[in-house]
């Protein structure tokens, strides 16, 4: 593993998790290059995408890691949460069983991730027509709230709130490595944390949605 001089002062990997269809591959593809396909393809080899944000005039490089349709038969194998530093639970506000979902998706995160890892819940396409709602905002808010962590409402579809998100659980977890590195004059700055996952998934440039 050959480490250049860093242009980046914390590399977090962040986690989609959520039944498949809630539109995880669309968030990822909508932050990471802006755009949008309604196609559905299937993904295929779990699958990462890179980008770089400033917060608080520190510059975070994200690794954001898709699952790869393993979510469709709940087999997430504990490699895909190796080394997560943060997970966005994603379910689809038209879906109640997305929503039902979650605190099993919970389970799984406690049973895989470090017991430290940033969570925000996540309800997409909030785009849809009213009619189409089964999942009121309040239901997925009182949900964040039991759990202790954040909630947004999000459309990978019309980009709302989807840099909210990323931005959020981004500076979560950068709160979180700083203060746990308060003594060290470089803190932040290690790389070393986080590239476990690298060896373990055939990552693969995906240039689709979905
Ligand atoms: N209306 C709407 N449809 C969406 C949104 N996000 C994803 N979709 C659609 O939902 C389907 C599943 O999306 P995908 O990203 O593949 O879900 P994944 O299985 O969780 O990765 C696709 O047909 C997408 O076009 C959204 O924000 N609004
Ligand atoms: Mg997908």
């Not at 914390?10 to 998790?17: A, F, G």
């Not at 998706?105 to 089964?134: F, P, T, Y």
Request: charged content about 25%; hydrophobic content about 35%.
């Amino acid at each position: 593993m050959s480490l250049r001089r860093q242009d980046y002062d914390y590399l977090i990997k962040l986690l989609l998790i959520g039944d498949s269809g809630v539109g995880k591959s669309c968030l990822l593809l909508r932050f990471s290059e802006d755009s949008f396909t309604s196609s559905f393809i299937t993904t295929i080899g779990i699958d990462f995408k890179i980008k770089k944000i400033l917060i608080d005039n520190k510059w975070i490089k994200l690794q954001i890691w898709d699952t790869a349709g393993q979510e469709r038969f709940r087999t997430i194998t504990s490699a895909y949460y190796r080394g997560a530093m943060g997970i966005l639970l994603v379910y689809d506000v038209t879906d109640e069983s997305s929503f039902n979902n979650i605190r099993n998706w919970m389970r799984n995160i406690e049973q895989h991730a470090s017991d430290n890892v940033n969570k925000v819940l996540v309800g997409n396409k909030c785009d849809m027509d009213e009619s189409k709602r089964r999942v009121p905002y309040s239901q997925g808010q009182a949900l964040a709230d039991e759990f202790g962590i954040q909630f947004f409402e999000t459309s990978a579809k019309s980009n709302i709130k989807v840099d909210e998100v990323f931005q959020s659980i981004a500076k979560d977890v950068m709160l979180r490595l700083r203060d746990s590195q308060t003594d060290s004059p470089s803190a932040g700055s290690g790389s070393g944390n986080v590239h476990l996952s690298s060896t373990t998934a055939s990552a693969k440039q995906s240039k689709g949605c979905c």
